[in-house]
């Protein structure tokens, strides 16, 4: 089985379409998951929910979709806030049907693992939280890789002893790493967000970045090789430009930096 894996689309419309793009040119695929946080951001969000809309894949909510459509005006980001302003019922409805989780034993588990099989489970966070970082902790102003007891405590015993390939996403950065025991645990990284920060005055989260250092769209791609599972993290190039001015015009000159650099800019902060 050859598993394609995104997250964090972030209404990115443009660095979505070449991601499908990329999908479809390597071939072989079987399935195609998607790890949430599809609209949010002052890109494409009601263009990006429908395109999504049309795929057969196996989707699940991030943190930031429910924000979308749960939080009240005046207190969601205003990337939150630009997404909720364009989307339409039928977006909505699709983002409420999102289940939270691809673990097999919870929602639609049946479903999941008829097409993944019981080997697979996956989450946007940790399979705990939509919103904990499970491969990296944030330190100082940045992010460091998490230590090994501190990715244990935060899987605890969430991941059930037959599952080898656990996918998550949340952090945007891409890793693939192989706990003792076997399990490889997989990060595509962002579709559509290269760089982002945390704000000083979010409540859960001390302040700091996220950056990439390029603009390119990931994803990764997981298949299971002589019974073993195996990822390849890919980088795609695509129009970041056309996205980058269509943030300017939608006030968002912070996005505009980030999708062109990689980088945050250091005086502007992204919600």
Request: proline share 6%; with cysteine; glycine share 8%.
């Amino acid at each position: 089985m050859k598993i394609a894996i995104l997250s964090d689309v972030h209404g990115n419309l443009a660095a979505l379409k070449a991601v499908v793009e990329d999908i479809a040119r390597r071939g072989g695929v079987d399935e195609v998951i998607n790890l949430g946080n599809m609209v949010s951001g002052p890109l494409m969000p009601l263009q990006t929910a429908y395109l999504l809309m049309r795929q057969d894949w196996l989707q699940i909510a991030g943190n930031h979709d429910p924000q979308v459509l749960q939080v009240p005006t005046g207190v969601r980001s205003s990337s939150d806030a630009f997404a909720a302003a364009e989307l339409d019922d039928p977006a909505r409805w699709w983002i409420t049907s999102l289940h939270d989780s691809l673990d097999p034993r919870l929602h639609s588990g049946e479903l999941w693992a008829d097409r993944l099989g019981g080997a697979v489970a996956g989450c946007h966070g940790t399979p705990r939280s939509t919103t904990e970082y499970l491969l990296e902790t944030a330190e100082g102003e940045g992010v460091r890789m998490a230590l090994a007891h501190e990715i244990a405590e935060r899987l605890g015993d969430h991941v059930p002893p037959h599952v080898e390939l656990l996918v998550c996403g949340h952090t945007h950065v891409q890793r693939a790493l192989r706990l003792p025991g076997g399990l490889l645990v997989v990060n595509p990284g962002a579709v559509g967000m290269p760089a982002y920060d945390v704000s000083r005055a979010h409540p859960l989260s001390n302040y700091h970045r996220v950056e990439n250092g390029s603009p390119d769209a990931r994803y990764a791609v997981a298949e299971r090789v002589r019974g073993i599972w195996q990822a390849e993290l890919i980088s795609v190039p695509y129009d970041f430009e056309s996205a980058a001015r269509l943030a300017i015009k939608n006030g968002r000159p912070d996005w505009a930096h980030a999708l062109r650099t990689g980088y945050m800019p250091r005086l502007l902060t992204m919600t």
